[in-house]
């Protein structure tokens, strides 16, 4: 008589859920660092959609407004960004602290810098408090 076999022996399940678990420990790492850079290219879109009102108010008046609520309406925050301040020539935004953004940004800033002679808006991690640049987005690396 044969015997038929039905199932999986005990070695081949483990051998399986080892393989899933050395995949889990690379994947999780990275996707988080994929969640942190999407987190902060919200704060540089909503940055991008200040440039122009800022640029034209420069070459109109010669000078940047000392706020953003010069402006007029404008967005300053977001989902995952708690605010932007315009400090001189410098955009910067403030992620949130809490709650929706990524442990690894949270509180973090990012900046948007706007020289005045080359009319160039360029993308840094901020002071000492800024993100990683690893989780700049592609944009501003």
């Given at each position: ?20 678990g ?37 070459h ?26 315009l400090?001189?020539?410098?955009l910067?935004?403030?992620m ?43 944009a501003?690396r």
């Amino acid at each position: 008589m044969q015997k038929i076999q039905r199932g999986f022996t005990l070695i081949e399940l483990m051998i399986v859920v080892a393989i899933i678990g050395i995949l889990a420990a690379i994947a999780i790492p990275a996707y988080t660092d994929y969640t942190a850079r999407a987190q902060v290219s919200e704060a540089v879109e909503l940055m991008g959609g200040l440039k122009t009102p800022l640029t034209e108010w420069y070459h109109d008046r010669g000078t940047l407004p000392s706020a953003l609520a010069s402006l007029g309406t404008v967005v300053t925050s977001g989902k995952y960004t708690s605010s932007i301040t315009l400090s001189g020539s410098t955009l910067t935004a403030t992620m949130k602290s809490s709650g929706s953004a990524n442990g690894k940004i949270a509180g973090k800033t990012v900046q948007l810098v706007y020289n005045t002679t080359t009319g160039q808006w360029t993308c840094s991690t901020g002071a000492s408090n800024g993100v990683a640049s690893s989780h700049l987005p592609g944009a501003c690396r």
